[in-house]
């Protein structure tokens, strides 16, 4: 049985779970972490995935199963290697996993495959997304049909580099009293395939509307972004990077600014964190990883999952994700 804070799967390291409800059960696309030695740095050469195998449970309590491999690097004519994060979404009597990869140039970009099953396994278009780079797709389908894909990340994920509208090797980051680099945002095509518009900024935003500063490292932007809607707000979660939380922002708007809210989850053992925030029936549920199954490895991780609670006036709950631990 499923186990709340506790790995999903112990017979690969998962990390990196993209939830969603497809076909009254819930699917995790995760990434799949290689149980082999690596020396970290920031470039995240350690994490180099190859493929990914895609988990289902019927509900919360019942057991995990993994559908095998999906979709391997080796049949993506672009791509080179680090299958990093990937997500998924249904449309057209289709399912869609968006992935980010390396090109043949050593430059990330956000690939396509689908299946018609949400198992998989899934057929890659023959070339990335035009216009395309960095890495963390996650995309939203709003009420009104339209969907979006959300996308970037500092550091390895190169999105320093991309300031300008085009690849600067060597770019950096901005000062740490100028607003903080946001995750970017596109309108997909009707067949989910492409992007309708440029891909354009997000402003996260304090209270009193100020942008938050690169310097500001317990709330500013790092990877790994995830929206989803709830009671009319749109919700806008992500890893902070250096300072291991998930936090989030509200807007009005899918494509923001975002107003930062809070926590929804505390650091967990391993250098990074990532989630995705489902509704299941009538309970909401966060999606997780750790090291903790590793030892702490950086490239080794386990996806978990926990319930999630939202306060009356829309803001959520912290999670801790150890509550035992003394």
Not at 88 to 113: E, M, S
Not at 142 to 161: A, H, R, V
Not at 240 to 269: A, D, E, R, W
Request: glycine share 8%; with cysteine.
């Amino acid at each position: 049985m499923a186990k709340r804070n506790e790995p999903l799967v112990t017979h690969i390291y998962t990390a990196d779970p993209s939830a969603h409800v497809f076909e009254g059960k819930i699917y995790i696309y995760p990434s799949h972490d290689l149980d082999h030695e690596r020396v970290s740095n920031d470039n995240g050469d350690q994490y180099d995935m190859e493929d990914y195998h895609i988990l289902s449970m019927e509900d919360p309590d019942s057991p995990c199963v993994d559908h095998g491999e999906a979709l391997h690097v080796r049949d993506v004519p672009w791509a080179t290697a680090q299958m990093w994060a990937p997500d998924a979404a249904y449309k057209n009597n289709t399912y869609y996993l968006y992935f980010p990869a390396r090109d043949k140039d050593g430059i990330f970009r956000l690939g396509v495959a689908t299946s018609a099953s949400p198992a998989g396994p899934f057929k890659p278009e023959p070339n990335y997304i035009p216009g395309s780079f960095s890495i963390d797709p996650a995309v939203f389908t709003d009420d009104d049909g339209k969907s979006y894909i959300y996308f970037g990340g500092l550091w390895g994920g190169q999105l320093e580099k991309w300031q300008t509208g085009e690849f600067k090797p060597d770019a950096e980051g901005p000062a740490a009293d100028a607003p903080a680099l946001g995750p970017r945002v596109a309108e997909l095509s009707d067949d989910m395939l492409s992007f309708k518009t440029e891909p354009q900024q997000i402003s996260i935003v304090d209270e009193d509307g100020n942008p938050i500063l690169a310097g500001d490292e317990d709330r500013r932007y790092f990877e790994g972004p995830w929206v989803h809607k709830y009671n009319g707000n749109y919700y806008l979660s992500y890893s902070t990077g250096t300072t291991h939380q998930i936090v989030y922002g509200i807007s009005k708007n899918p494509q923001g600014p975002y107003v930062y809210k809070g926590v929804i989850l505390t650091p967990v053992i391993g250098w990074t964190t990532h989630h995705s925030i489902v509704q299941f029936k009538d309970k909401w549920y966060l999606f997780y990883h750790d090291s903790s199954l590793s030892g702490g490895a950086d490239n080794k991780r386990s996806v978990k999952f926990t319930e999630l609670t939202y306060n009356e006036d829309g803001t959520i709950q912290t999670i801790d994700p150890y509550p035992d631990r003394k």
